[in-house]
Every structure is written in C-alpha cells, then in structure tokens.
C-alpha cells in the first residue's frame, strides 16, 4: 500500500514538473517572437544642435525616403527625430549612420536605459504573465 501511495505521487510530482516545464517554454517563446513583415520597431534620434522648420521638413523628407522606414516625426522645438521601421528591411542604426553621413548634424541614436524601460510600459509592469516570464528569463 505504502509503494502504491509513493508511486501515485512521484507520478503525480513528474505530471506537475512537466506542465510547468512546457508552460515555461511557452511563455518564453510567446514574448520573444521573431519580427514578421508586418512588425515596426520605433526609434529616436537626438540632433546636439537647434534645427529649424526647413531643418525638419528635409530631415523628414530625407527619412522617409530611406529603406523600410515608414512614419517620420520631426520636432524642431526639441531637435528630436522619431521614426518607425521594418526590421526585416533595416535596422534602426543603419538608418542613423545613414543620416549622419547625409546631414552635418551632431547627432546620436537614443537608447533607453534599462530604468527607462522598467518605467515604459505600465501593463507590462503589472502583469503576472511577464513578471513570470523575468523569472524564467533570470533562471534560463
């Protein structure tokens, strides 16, 4: 009786352990998924100098004419540059050394730090779904 209790439970213990195996797997590969031909990437350029309207109206016709990018937003206030892209036809920072070596401006590709991101999105941030999958990430 004793060996029949202590098989049901090491069989019970090896069912559980393998479900939260494949659960594992499949969160982990639910939030890295490959980029389609329909996945945008955003991105931002910072230009270290003041821009003018007529700056900004031949950036934005500069940029939306460069492979795979698709929306252009130029704000001579700030001296900001944001766009979206196609990663499957480009990458955001062949896109910047493309401006850089079309326009003189001092300029640099933003990178958000790793505060700026935990910060950004506040669903993300509260949902037990990707809480779970830090963990997983941290152990794999």
Excluded: W
């Excluded at 009786?1 to 352990?17: D, E, V, W």
């Excluded at 990458?91 to 079309?102: E, I, L, M, S, Y």
């Amino acid at each position: 009786m004793k060996k029949k209790i202590t098989k049901i439970l090491l069989y019970t213990f090896g069912i559980f352990l393998f479900l939260f195996v494949v659960l594992a797997v499949h969160i982990y590969f639910v939030y890295r998924p490959a980029p389609d031909a329909f996945t945008r990437v955003m991105a931002r350029i910072d230009v270290k100098q003041r821009i003018t309207q007529d700056d900004a109206n031949k950036i934005s016709s500069f940029m939306v004419h460069q492979k795979g990018v698709d929306h252009v937003l130029v704000n001579p206030q700030t001296s900001i540059v944001v766009f979206t892209f196609f990663p499957v036809k480009t990458t955001g920072d062949q896109v910047v050394n493309n401006f850089k070596a079309h326009f003189p401006y001092k300029a640099d590709r933003f990178m958000p730090t790793a505060e700026n991101l935990k910060h950004s999105c506040p669903v993300a941030a509260s949902s037990y779904t990707y809480k779970i999958y830090k963990v997983i990430t941290k152990v794999i």
